[in-house]
């Protein structure tokens, strides 16, 4: 290691540094044998060729010691649902520093190269999944959503529900299970929309072979849910669960009913703020609520000026603070039109509401609302402009059940 680090370089990682930008995922959140032969891959050396579609997909920046990669950051292209309105995001992933060059502000400057990158590509908005939450609260991002998972016994099944269509099991890549999943991702705030890459990723640490589809058609044929599941020693396990009305969540609950001489359990994760005990009969269920994705605002004037708020008759303005994107740090005006046509300028019109980035990306996320945030002191604003905020912002909370 050199003995100043200035003399580390940092430039974009090309794919003839494959094995190198593996070795230090591998080191860095220790990936055993094991763990690869579980999802499903023979070896390291086939799963290090999975990977290499991210690094042709994704920027990728790194520092080198010489010509060995030490420290990296990668930039995934994605495009998620904020509200209704489809924003282009940058999905940060494959962070990594090998822990003899730790406290030496490499990936201060690489976290800085990305939000730089991301907003110069029109990617508004990043997500990633933290390793380490107060770190990237440092950096700016803030959680966006949890994850739900559930413990039920069989006979805490719900009550068979008739519903007019049917269930038929079918492979996990079939036709119908991307189209239910497209309509159902451009319908709920946060989602992601896949291409075929990013379903690919989807099931990348899965092992897909041994995953079913269960997939609901209504009266019309139209397919309208999607349960992804396996069964094994007694336990249903439910992946993932995503549909477009109710009559589609009755009949998928209906599928996982019918197995109940075959199972003692059911477990699965729900990716919503929506806990399943309410829904059941018998609610005495366990579940356990963990922060999944954290978010962040990566250019706040482009952000604002697409967002969909609702009309409010009242203009009020953000005073933004951000240590790690000084872009970010100013005053952002907002006047909002009744065909909900956003002006964003530089102008403090409006009652005042002061906050950091953090907590301006958790607000327009709707992980908390803005009179939860004020309570909390995370945010100051009066009462009546905090009124104001709380008409102006939507109320959906976030789905996201990607991984990358």
Known sequence: MPENHQDLELKAVDEKYLDQFNDLLTY?????????????????????????????????????DG?????????????????????????????????????????????????????????????????NIPFYRRKGWEIMSDKLTFKLRDTQLPKNVAVPG???RLAVDHPDVYTVY?????????AMIRNAFHWEEYWRFENKEERTAAVYYDKSGNPTGVLFYWVAEEVFHIKEMFYLDQEARNGLWNFVAAHFSMVYWVKGDIYKNEPLAFLLDDAQ???????????????????????????????????????AAPWNNGIFGIRIDE?????????????????????????????????????????????KTLQTLETALPKMEAYFSDYF
């Open 67 to 131: 010509d060995q990669l030490i420290s990296q950051i990668a930039i995934y292209p994605c495009e998620v649902n904020i509200h209704g309105r489809l924003y282009k995001m940058g999905g940060v992933t494959g962070v990594g520093t090998y822990p003899e060059y730790m406290n030496h502000g490499l990936m201060r400057r690489l976290i800085h190269k990305a939000l730089v990158t991301m907003r110069e590509d029109g990617q508004w908005i990043s997500y990633l999944y933290p390793y």
């Open 28 to 64: 860095v959140f220790q990936i055993t044998e094991s763990d690869i032969e579980e999802s499903g891959f023979e070896n390291k050396r086939e799963m290090i060729r999975s990977k290499k579609p991210i690094l042709e997909l994704s920027k990728v920046f790194g520092f080198f």
């Open 339 to 383: 065909d909900q046509t956003v002006e964003v300028s530089d102008a403090p019109i409006g009652g005042k509401i002061q906050l950091d980035i953090q907590t301006l990306t958790c607000m327009m996320m709707n992980y908390r609302r803005p009179s939860y945030l004020a309570r909390i002191e995370r945010l100051e604003a009066d009462a």
């Open 166 to 168: 049917v269930v038929e």
């Open 182 to 190: 497209d309509e159902f991702a451009r319908k709920n705030h946060g």
């Open 285 to 323: 269920i366990t579940e356990e609520i963990t922060p999944y994705y954290m978010a962040r605002i990566v250019d706040v004037r482009k952000f604002l000026q697409r967002f969909p708020f609702e009309y409010t008759p009242a203009p009020f303005h953000f005073e933004v603070t951000d240590a």
